[in-house]
């Protein structure tokens, strides 16, 4: 069990040196808005001083956790990141930093998930650390989800636990997994390292003091379980085909396994439907797109856990559309991150669904339902 201590709770800057003052900040926009006058209460401003104070937040709680790390017995190995570290390229199917000096998780080119920090526990425990200014943490308990999945995949003999660190007033807290730990600090401000950013010349800045114990690890030095995030995602899509009777293997789906990766995926692909039996699911206009195109139909797992079907159109390679429908059966189309791994993922769906996996309005219908009976099923 991993408890706060004051020196953390209080934010004491006396065991950090000038630490702090060493990080890359991403002040351009910021700087820019001071230099043309805008008030401290503008929305702009406030906005882009918040996601600021942010960063300096995390470096400032990152900072601290070192040597929160090192002091504590329970404590078995904190994992570097940023200049702690002497290796800054990522690499594919394994934990690396990345050229932002974070820790991630990528496949191939693409980024699954980045950790502000880790730690593993004598007890076998691996905590990953979220930490934000943020007061809502709604979409801090949707991110997590994805996080717990793949790090249960990848370490598969490791208990996995969530460590959030927040500022005194956030809401939200209760609604947090029973494998989150929440620790609260004083209230925070980066207003400090802004003036120092402003006027470097302000203060002569002590050397980085870098923490040496045998209990920091750099991210690549962690053995992970083999694990292909595009071949796992083939193998999900034909299985869930393969039933000889039905058009949704149900059993499969809903597999605890299976659902874990449900749950870093969030959307599973099940097939394709022809451009002209989607038109009237999704109100097309005639001529919108290429009667050549294929709908590909997932079906995607809300923060609810209910299973709902969505539906893609990949116009060209970085083109990609979201078709989806609310509560009420209000459609929404959304136009995809063209360099994010959704592009990719239904790109390489397309790529290995032949014929056999054309979807009729009928199979639609008839997956919908399934999924509805399973969800209701699960709440009784």
């Known amino acids: 069990m991993l408890d706060i201590s004051k020196s953390i709770q209080n934010l004491d800057t ?62 078995d190995k904190f994992i570097l990141k940023g200049y702690h570290q002497n290796r800054f390229k990522s690499h594919p199917n394994t934990l690396s930093i990345s050229e932002k000096q974070q820790i991630v998780y990528r496949t191939k080119s693409r980024e699954i998930s980045e950790f502000d920090a880790m730690i593993l526990t004598k ?18 308990r949707r991110r997590l989800r994805k996080k717990k999945a793949l790090l249960e995949i990848i370490f598969p003999d490791l208990v996995i636990k969530a460590l959030i660190i927040l500022n005194e007033g956030a809401t939200g807290t209760k609604q947090f997994p029973s494998y989150c730990k929440v620790w609260f600090t004083n209230e925070f401000s980066a207003q400090n390292v802004l003036d120092y950013i402003q006027n470097p010349a302000s203060k002569k800045l002590e050397p980085k003091q870098i923490i040496k114990s045998k209990k920091m690890l750099e991210a690549h030095r962690l053995q992970v379980y083999p694990f292909r995030y595009y071949n796992t995602m083939t193998w999900i899509t034909k299985t869930l085909r393969a039933h000889k009777k039905h058009v949704l293997d149900m059993y499969f789906l809903m597999n605890f396994k299976v659902q874990r990766f449900h749950d870093l995926y969030n959307k599973l692909y099940v097939g394709y439907m022809n451009m002209e039996d989607a038109k009237s699911i999704l109100g097309l206009k005639e001529n919108e797109y290429d009667d050549s195109l294929r709908v590909v139909v997932a079906i995607e797992k809300k923060h609810s856990d209910e299973i709902v079907v969505t539906y893609y159109i990949q116009k060209t390679r970085k083109n990609l559309y979201l078709y989806s429908f609310d509560d009420e059966d209000r459609m929404t189309k959304e136009k995809k991150d063209p360099y994010g791994i959704t592009v990719t993922e239904v790109y390489h769906s397309n790529k290995i669904m032949d014929e056999s996996f054309v979807l009729s309005m009928g199979d639609v219908k008839k997956i919908k339902k399934l999924l509805q ?7 009784s």
């Open 14 to 75: 006396n065991d950090i040196a000038d630490n702090l003052f060493h990080y890359d900040y991403n002040t351009k926009h910021l700087l820019s808005l001071i230099k043309q006058g805008i008030n401290e209460d503008d929305p702009a401003y406030m906005s882009s001083f918040r996601s600021f104070e942010g960063e300096v937040y995390e470096n400032f709680i990152y900072e601290k956790l070192l040597r929160y790390a090192e002091i504590t017995p329970e404590v």
């Open 373 to 379: 009976d399973s969800f209701l099923k699960s709440q």
């Open 123 to 140: 007890d076998k425990e691996l905590y990953f650390v979220e930490m934000t200014l943020v007061k809502s943490v709604l979409k801090l």
